[in-house]
């Protein structure tokens, strides 16, 4: 891939990227991942489910959450992609070294049903009319200058075709998101329902539907409202959604106007130059993150078949990759990495059961 000249204060990211990435509050890296990672991680994915991938009648979820066995340092699994998260951020010293700084085999997988694959394309929902439109914040008090979640990435496991379950990004959804948030300098707190960030989508225009190919990434505004497809294909759309998480809150006053690519996308649609009268009036507050639970409840029925799988060939316990299976060091190490010492939110409880999106 051949990049447009680099504006001086970015390493990484051409000009139009950089554009781009203000004007829609999403970028995409294509051919980024590095093969092996999805050779490897890819390999027992169907061990790991359960699912026989030649007889769609085993696929017993539309959609499905896997837990972790492996993460990798962002930078060594798409490197391209990587610099130029680092450029949208503002540099690699303003992004949290630790909270998901690794890139896993957490796997989404959308499977689609046969009665979506039957049905006539004029009749798929309306993007706009897709329930579940939403920013990933579940483990923190939002506000306006939160950066817990400053982006969300979308990373292609397989091709993801028209039709084939790609996450829809709403593009001019942002504004009202950000209007929202300076409205509310007392934060919101998880869990947010639709009408907390999301309830202008349906009257929004500006819509993009996710279409891949395996190795691709993509790089979304953390307040960029998106939602899930419909997979009318009948096949398994895999991604990752990790995200990328800053060490302090974004500066929406800064003198000297060296705003990041991240601080730009708000302030431009607040329609202003800096924000200097925003406060948050209440105490920032972390969680752990209420989505999680039920994904780690499948990890052991994941390892006895990942150990099973591995006796058939005549191997053992040590031969399977997980980081389960590598000590406590290696488990208390995820666990710090990923939200997963801070204090439970009694006030929402913690999902054990798969949600819809
Ligand atoms: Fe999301």
Same mark, same amino acid.
């Given at each position: 891939?051949?990049?447009?000249?680099?504006?001086?204060?970015?390493?990484?990211?051409?000009?139009?990227?950089?554009?781009?990435?203000?004007?829609?509050?999403?970028?995409?890296?294509?051919?980024?991942?590095?093969?092996?990672?999805?050779?490897?991680?890819?390999?027992?994915?169907?061990?790991?489910?359960?699912?026989?991938?030649?007889?769609?009648?085993?696929?017993?979820?539309e959609y499905?959450?896997?837990?972790?066995?492996?993460?990798?340092?962002?930078?060594?699994?798409?490197?391209?992609?990587?610099?130029?998260?680092?450029?949208?951020?503002?540099?690699?010293?303003?992004?949290?070294?630790?909270?998901?700084?690794?890139?896993?085999?957490?796997?989404?997988?959308n499977?689609g049903t046969?009665?979506r694959?039957?049905s006539?394309?004029?009749?798929d929902v309306?993007?706009?009319?897709k329930?579940?439109?939403?920013?990933?914040?579940?483990?923190?008090?939002?506000?306006?200058?939160?950066?817990?979640?400053?982006?969300?990435?979308?990373?292609?496991?397989?091709?993801?075709?028209?039709r084939g379950g790609?996450?829809i990004?709403?593009?001019?959804?942002?504004?009202?998101?950000?209007?929202?948030?300076?409205?509310?300098?007392?934060?919101?707190?998880?869990?947010?329902?639709?009408?907390?960030?999301?309830?202008?989508?349906?009257?929004?225009?500006?819509?993009?539907?996710? +279409?891949?190919?395996?190795?691709?990434?993509?790089?979304?505004? &953390? =307040? @960029?409202?998106?939602?899930n497809n419909y997979n009318y294909l !009948?096949?398994?759309?895999?991604?990752?959604?990790?995200?990328?998480?800053?060490?302090?809150?974004?500066?929406?006053?800064?003198?000297?106007?060296?705003?990041?690519?991240?601080?730009?996308?708000?302030?431009?649609?607040?329609?202003?130059?800096?924000?200097?009268?925003?406060?948050?009036?209440?105490?920032?507050?972390?969680?752990?993150?209420?989505?999680?639970?039920?994904?780690?409840?499948?990890?052991?029925?994941?390892?006895?078949?990942?150990?099973?799988?591995?006796?058939?060939?005549?191997?053992?316990?040590?031969?399977?990759?997980?980081?389960?299976?590598?000590? +406590?060091?290696?488990?208390?190490?995820?666990?710090?990495?990923? &939200? =997963? @010492?801070?204090?439970?939110?009694?006030?929402?409880?913690? !999902?054990?059961?798969?949600?819809?999106?």
């Amino acid at each position: 891939m051949t990049d447009a000249p680099r504006h001086g204060r970015y390493e990484n990211l051409a000009l139009s990227e950089a554009e781009h990435f203000l004007e829609h509050g999403w970028l995409k890296v294509p051919n980024t991942i590095e093969p092996e990672y999805i050779t490897s991680w890819m390999s027992d994915l169907w061990v790991r489910l359960g699912f026989d991938p030649e007889d769609k009648s085993t696929w017993t979820s539309e959609y499905y959450h896997m837990p972790h066995h492996r993460q990798v340092r962002a930078e060594l699994v798409a490197p391209r992609a990587w610099g130029k998260i680092v450029d949208i951020c503002g540099g690699e010293q303003r992004i949290d070294p630790e909270r998901e700084r690794w890139i896993g085999d957490n796997f989404i997988i959308n499977f689609g049903t046969q009665e979506r694959a039957q049905s006539d394309p004029t009749d798929d929902v309306p993007l706009h009319d897709k329930e579940g439109f939403h920013c990933d914040n579940d483990w923190y008090r939002m506000f306006l200058d939160s950066s817990s979640t400053a982006l969300t990435l979308v990373y292609c496991f397989t091709d993801i075709p028209p039709r084939g379950g790609g996450t829809i990004l709403c593009e001019d959804g942002i504004e009202g998101v950000v209007k929202h948030l300076y409205d509310h300098p007392e934060g919101l707190d998880p869990p947010h329902e639709l009408e907390d960030l999301c309830t202008h989508v349906k009257t929004c225009k500006r819509f993009t539907t996710v +279409e891949a190919k395996k190795g691709d990434v993509f790089i979304l505004h &953390g =307040l @960029l409202p998106h939602s899930n497809n419909y997979n009318y294909l !009948h096949y398994a759309r895999v991604i990752t959604n990790p995200h990328v998480n800053l060490r302090e809150p974004y500066n929406l006053n800064r003198p000297d106007g060296d705003y990041s690519l991240l601080e730009q996308v708000i302030l431009r649609n607040l329609g202003r130059d800096s924000i200097p009268e925003f406060k948050p009036t209440r105490e920032r507050k972390f969680w752990y993150s209420r989505n999680i639970t039920f994904k780690l409840n499948r990890v052991e029925g994941e390892l006895e078949r990942m150990i099973a799988a591995a006796k058939a060939r005549g191997l053992g316990p040590k031969d399977v990759d997980s980081l389960y299976l590598r000590g +406590e060091e290696a488990v208390e190490e995820f666990k710090r990495t990923n &939200g =997963l @010492l801070l204090p439970v939110n009694e006030a929402t409880g913690l !999902h054990t059961e798969q949600h819809p999106a």
